[in-house]
């Protein structure tokens, strides 16, 4: 059967786009909905707000399951587990961690009432995750829209793919190279840290264990993660303005005070992003425009369009 040779190029471009970086944006608009479903992006705005008001830890929550949704963009992480897959949410990297799904689902069910079957569940992580970052004070971007869901979910995929907290420095930057960011970008990407909590069980060796942590910071965090219990006992992440995004994060790094052993690897002795660190440390302008970059970047990791994937009903099962 002969194929056009427009198809032939669309299908090259799309093929060198994916193969040398993984990323193909030029399908993503930001006024993808602006005529089949104008309120789209007030209702996602409105229902997050509403959300990080009544808990200001949602904020990070949401920003967070799209971070580790985009390790895709594709909604898979939303899909609970079937017959023939096992989704993503039990994944190490997920399990007991990542959470929010009830506002993205009431989210869904708010536009499904709105425009049926036309904004997906892909795109709603994205915007949730933005305006999350706003209501915590962070910066803004223009979210490219037109994202498709997947049909299925991988957990081998979501262990092997997101990044560790107990990577140490060249880990973090492979990892974020397999997916086409700069060591920069990892930088930046990684003070989405400033705000959200972590587990005793995830930083117990680093508060214990670690010599370039200041004392008192690892003291006063030994309160409430004791050597051998308090596995689930919740810490923030930045302790100085957790419920704020800004850049004391990389201020808390250049202290010795990062909570996670990936976190205190970005400022280490001789270490090579220590610049990018205080860099930050020193100007929250900075920081908060190089963030926006790299979430743009993010946001437009291999999604699915035009027709592949599906506008699931439920973000939780496949149509």
Not at 246 to 254: G, I, M, Q, S, T
Request: glycine residues 6%.
């Amino acid at each position: 059967m002969a194929i056009h040779s427009s198809n032939n190029n669309y299908f090259y471009i799309m093929f060198i786009c994916s193969l040398l970086f993984g990323i193909c944006s030029s399908q993503l608009t930001s006024n993808f909905y602006d005529s089949t479903c104008p309120k789209a992006l007030s209702i996602i705005k409105s229902a997050v707000a509403s959300a990080v008001a009544k808990e200001h830890r949602m904020g990070a929550s949401l920003l967070r399951l799209h971070f580790h949704d985009c390790f895709g963009c594709d909604a898979s992480i939303l899909l609970d587990d079937t017959l023939t897959f096992t989704g993503e949410k039990t994944a190490a990297p997920n399990l007991n961690s990542v959470r929010g799904f009830d506002v993205i689902d009431n989210i869904k069910s708010q536009l499904e009432s709105a425009c049926p079957g036309i904004v997906s569940c892909a795109d709603i992580l994205a915007i949730a995750a933005r305006d999350s970052v706003v209501s915590l004070g962070g910066p803004s971007w223009n979210v490219g829209l037109g994202r498709r869901d997947s049909t299925s979910a991988s957990k081998d995929a979501a262990t092997k793919d997101i990044p560790s907290p107990l990577l140490d420095l060249s880990g973090l930057i492979t990892a974020f190279s397999n997916k086409g960011f700069t060591t920069q970008e990892m930088v930046v990407l990684s003070g989405a840290h400033t705000t959200g909590q972590a587990r005793c069980q995830i930083f117990r060796g680093r508060i214990y264990n670690e010599t370039n942590i200041d004392t008192n910071f690892a003291t006063s965090m030994k309160s409430n993660c004791p050597s051998s219990d308090g596995d689930s006992n919740l810490t923030a992440l930045d302790v100085t303005t957790n419920v704020l995004f800004d850049n004391a994060y990389f201020k808390n790094l250049v202290n010795n005070k990062g909570l996670l052993h990936s976190d205190q690897q970005l400022f280490i002795s001789g270490g090579s992003t220590n610049s990018l660190v205080t860099n930050y440390s020193n100007s929250y302008s900075a920081f908060f425009a190089d963030f926006a970059s790299a979430m743009v970047k993010m946001g437009n990791l291999s999604p699915l369009t035009g027709t592949t994937g599906q506008i699931r009903a439920n973000c939780t099962k496949v149509n």
